[in-house]
């Protein structure tokens, strides 16, 4: 069973940064991508960064140069650092762990999201 859970988000002033937390249990983790994805209202959610289980990263283009994705696989989590935050960047920050059987088909987990704020 895979649980993923955020701890991080919060209120910043545009201009400052905040680290979001995933902590991850379950036996395929290690295994998995990773990544971190965010719901403003009204819009669909959207991928923000992903790191494999080798390290390798992807950042959507809003989040390059101001993101930086990182995973500690010995605690089973996962990072996201963020600065140079804007009110754009407000939304829902989902947690995700996708498992790839056989590279067919894969099995998506979500964390319950956490909330970040960003004042203008």
């Known amino acids: 069973q895979v649980q993923l859970v955020e701890s991080g988000g919060g209120l910043v002033q545009a201009g400052g940064s905040l680290r979001l937390s995933c902590a991850a249990s379950?036996?395929?983790?290690?295994?998995?991508?990773m990544g971190w994805y965010r719901q403003a209202p009204g819009k669909q959610r959207e991928s923000v960064a992903t790191?494999?289980?080798?390290?390798?990263?992807n950042y959507a283009n809003s989040a390059k140069g101001r993101f930086t994705i990182s995973r500690d696989n010995a605690k089973n989590t996962v990072y996201l650092r963020m600065n140079s935050l804007n009110p754009e960047d407000t939304a829902v920050y989902y947690c995700?762990?996708?498992?790839?059987?056989?590279?067919?088909?894969?099995?998506?987990?979500w964390g319950q999201g956490t909330q970040v704020t960003v004042s203008s």
């Open positions: 379950g036996s395929i983790i290690s295994r998995s991508t």
């Open positions: 995700n762990a996708r498992f790839w059987r056989f590279g067919t088909t894969y099995s998506d987990y």
């Open positions: 790191i494999t289980s080798g390290g390798t990263t």
